[in-house]
Structure formats: C-alpha cells, structure tokens
C-alpha cells in the first residue's frame, strides 16, 4: 500500500488569508492521480481538487490550488482569502494503477474570524 | 440527488448484534467500494465490488464482515456480532464502469455511523 504522510495535524488560519496543507507520499509508480478532500463537521467527504501526475500543470479550483512537486513526491494544497466556511478536515488522497485510494490522517484546519 | 446515497447514516447497535448498511451508487456507477473511518483517522479501504462481485476485499476483517452487491439494488456491508470497536464511520464510493483505474474520481457518500453500545 502507499503511504500518504500529512505532517500537520492542526492549521489555523484569519479570515481572508492563505493557508498551506502540506502532503507527501511514496510510491515507484510514475502515473498516478493525487487529490485532496475536504470533511466538515456534517463528516461527508467532498472532492476539493485532484491532479494527474503525468500533467506538469499544477489544477487550480477557484480559491483552492496545488503545488505538485512530483520528483519530491509533494502535494501541497494552498487556500486562498480563507472563508469561515473552508473550516474543516482536509485529506490527501493517492490512487496509483488501481482503484484503492491511499489516505493521510487529515490536517484539522481552522479559520478565525 | 445524483449522488452516492447511504442509509441509515446513524445507526446504534449493542455488542452481538447485526449491523447493515446500505449504499446505493451514483446513476450509471457499476463499481462500489467501501472505506472505514476510525475516530480520528483517515480512511482505509475496505472492499471493491462489481455488480454480483467481489473484486478485493483485502481490507475487509477476516471475521464477521462481509459485502455484497446484487445485480438488483444497492450494495450492503453487514456486520455480524458487533464490538464496541466496530464503532466507525463506514463511507461507500462509486465509479463509473470504467473503474478507478482510469483516473476517474471516485465520489463518495455521506457516510454511516455506527456506534456500538
């Protein structure tokens, strides 16, 4: 199984300011597909953004982007002019050639108004 | 509501008994998978199904567990003779016929909780 380390178990962040997740995994496969979710209080998890590795091009969604760093194996995520509302857990997922997704054990992140 | 639906999303056992739950995919996924949250964890697959197959259940415990999906209605994880540490939340996903191995995303559910008492 790939291992997916989120070293950051807490991030705070003030309202209307960027905040960076950080995410790195380890695997010997070159193609592969990164995303990152998002679980509120109401626990669903909600697809934030997702990267294919074989694309240099860092995805971008609204507020939400990435920093895909592929020969560091990084996957950060950065969020722009923080809402109230982007309080949640985050989740740095890999899948590789199969169908299981990897998971990391979240980063809590919380936003000051 | 196109998506992922799970029921019940709170359910509350006492230890012995029988757990169930039910995950109907998104319109047009022929694929379900079903994860496990532990408090405060990430989550961890637990089995990959077909329509009338089990493709992997390499995450699924050895005992009292198991899943199915029928070619008619929704997929079902039971679990038998509940523990207190069968409390979790259990997530169900879906994917388009062309599986995960495509890339494409897998959406998942609400997710149902279950506390054994």
């Known amino acids: 199984a790939q291992t997916v380390t989120q070293s950051q178990p807490e991030m705070s962040v003030q309202e209307a300011e960027t905040v960076t997740l950080s995410c790195t995994y380890d695997?010997?496969?070159?193609?592969?597909?990164l995303f990152w979710y998002k679980q509120p209080p109401s626990r669903q998890m909600i697809l934030v953004i997702r990267?294919?590795?074989?694309?240099?091009q860092n995805a971008t969604e609204n507020r939400f982007s990435v920093n895909f760093q592929k020969a560091a194996k990084s996957f950060s995520l950065k969020i722009s002019d923080s809402q109230l509302g982007d309080a949640a857990m985050y989740f740095c997922a890999y899948k590789g050639d199969d169908y299981k997704l990897s998971f990391g054990a979240g980063t809590t992140v919380t936003v000051r108004a | 509501n196109a998506g992922v639906m799970q029921n019940p999303r709170h359910l509350v056992r006492r230890r012995g008994q029988e757990a169930r739950l039910r995950c109907s995919p998104v319109?047009?996924?022929?694929?379900v998978y079903w994860y496990r949250q532990l408090p405060e964890e990430g989550l961890k697959f637990m089995v990959y199904?077909?329509?009338?197959?089990?493709?992997?259940e390499s995450g699924m415990p050895k005992e009292r567990f198991s899943a199915e999906f029928p070619k008619e209605g929704p997929s079902i994880l039971r679990i038998q003779q509940v523990v207190r540490g069968d409390s979790a939340a259990y997530f169900c996903a879906s994917s388009p016929p062309e599986g995960g191995h495509s890339g494409n995303t897998i959406y998942f559910g609400e997710g149902s909780w279950l506390t054994v008492v």
């Open positions: 695997t010997s496969e070159s193609d592969y597909y």
């Open positions: 199904l077909q329509k009338e197959n089990i493709i992997d």
């Open positions: 319109k047009g996924h022929s694929h």
């Open positions: 990267q294919e590795a074989y694309k240099q």
